[in-house]
C-alpha cells in the first residue's frame, strides 16, 4: 500500500508547490528509497503552479480539455458548475486512476512519475455554497486514493492554502503531512492554525503524522523565526534537521523544463546537494 502526503499550510507564498515537485522529482528520478519507484503527484489547488511546472502549455490544455484533471475526481463530466453554488454529484464512484494520470517520466530502472493535473475550474468546488452534504464528493475523493495506494508507493499531493472541502479530503486521506514554512512572523500562531484545523477534522489518533520543513532560509545562519518554533516544545520533534536554503536554483520551473537536478544555474550543484539531504531526511523520517 502506498504511502499519502500532503503539502500544505493555510498560508500562502511559503514554497509548497516548489517542495511538493521537487519531493516528488527526486524520489522518482533517484534511488533515494527501494520502497519508493513509482510515484504519483496531485495537483490539488486552483491555481495548478504544479501543473504548469511539469507541462508544456499545449499539452496542459489538452488534458483539460479531455477533462483528466482532478476536478474529475470531485464530480462528474455532466455536473454542471456554477460559482455560487457547490454542485455534489449524485455518483459516488469515481474515475479509474488510468484514465486520467498523465505520466512524466520513465526512468531507464523504471522508475516513474506520473501527474494528475488541476484547473482553475476547482474553483467553483473552493468558493461555491452547498445546499446538499458533500459526502459524494468525499466519498469519490476517497475511493480515488484507495485505487492510488494500490498502484503508486508514493502519491504526494500538492494542496492548496485554505480550509475548504480539498484540505479535508486531502488529509483524511493522508499519512503524513508537510508543512512548508517561510521564515516570517507569526510563524508560530501559522502552525498552531494547521494543527487546530487538522484536530477539527476529528481524525482521531490515526491522523496525519506532521513535518515541519522550514524553507527559502538563510545559506548561513539561523533566523529568529526558525529559532523560536524549534525551541517549543509542540513542535520541535516535527522539524525536519535539514532546511532548505533560498537558491535560485529552487525556483519553480515552467512546462518541464528548468528543474534543479537538470538545472545549470548558478549553485545549482550546491542547492541540489542541500534537497537531496531533505529528501532523504523524510524518507528515513516516514520510512518510504
Not at 495548478?48 to 464530480?75: C, G
Not at 449524485?90 to 494528475?116: C, Q, S, Y
Not at 515541519?212 to 523565526?225: A, D, Q
Request: charged share 20%; proline share 6%; hydrophobic share 40%.
Amino acid at each position: 500500500m502506498g504511502s499519502v502526503i500532503t503539502v500544505m499550510n493555510m498560508k500562502g507564498g511559503v514554497g509548497k508547490t516548489t517542495i511538493a515537485l521537487h519531493l516528488a522529482g527526486i524520489l522518482a528520478v533517484y534511488d533515494i528509497s527501494d520502497k519508493a519507484k513509482n510515484i504519483l503527484l496531485i495537483d490539488y489547488d486552483p491555481q495548478f503552479n504544479l501543473s504548469q511546472a511539469f507541462l508544456p502549455a499545449p499539452k496542459y490544455f489538452e488534458l483539460e480539455k479531455l477533462r483528466k484533471t482532478t476536478l474529475a475526481i470531485l464530480q462528474d463530466e455532466e455536473t454542471d458548475l456554477d460559482p455560487f453554488r457547490l454542485q455534489v454529484p449524485g455518483n459516488e464512484e469515481p474515475p479509474k486512476v488510468a484514465d486520467l494520470v498523465h505520466n512524466v517520466f520513465v526512468t531507464k530502472k523504471g522508475r516513474r512519475l506520473d501527474l494528475i493535473p488541476s484547473t482553475l475550474d476547482l474553483l467553483y468546488l473552493a468558493l461555491g455554497q452547498s445546499e446538499h452534504r458533500t459526502t459524494p464528493i468525499e466519498k469519490r475523493f476517497d475511493k480515488f486514493i484507495a485505487q492510488c495506494r494500490e498502484k503508486y508507493d508514493v502519491i504526494v499531493i500538492d494542496c492548496h492554502p485554505a480550509g475548504s472541502i480539498f484540505t479535508k479530503t486531502s488529509l483524511r486521506n493522508s499519512d503524513h503531512v508537510i508543512i512548508p514554512l517561510a521564515p516570517q512572523k507569526y510563524g508560530v500562531r501559522g502552525i498552531g492554525l494547521m494543527i487546530q484545523f487538522i484536530k477539527a477534522l476529528q481524525l482521531g489518533p490515526a491522523g496525519p503524522e506532521l513535518h515541519i520543513l522550514f524553507n527559502v532560509v538563510p545559506r548561513i545562519g539561523v533566523t529568529s523565526e526558525e529559532q523560536e518554533i524549534r525551541a517549543n516544545p509542540r513542535f520541535t520533534k516535527a522539524c525536519f534537521n535539514n532546511t532548505l536554503k533560498r537558491f535560485t536554483a529552487f525556483s519553480v520551473p515552467m512546462g518541464g523544463k528548468g528543474f534543479v537536478w537538470l538545472s545549470h544555474k548558478p549553485y545549482s550543484t550546491v542547492a541540489f546537494a542541500n534537497l537531496m539531504a531533505v529528501v532523504r531526511e523524510f524518507a528515513k523520517r516516514t520510512n518510504i
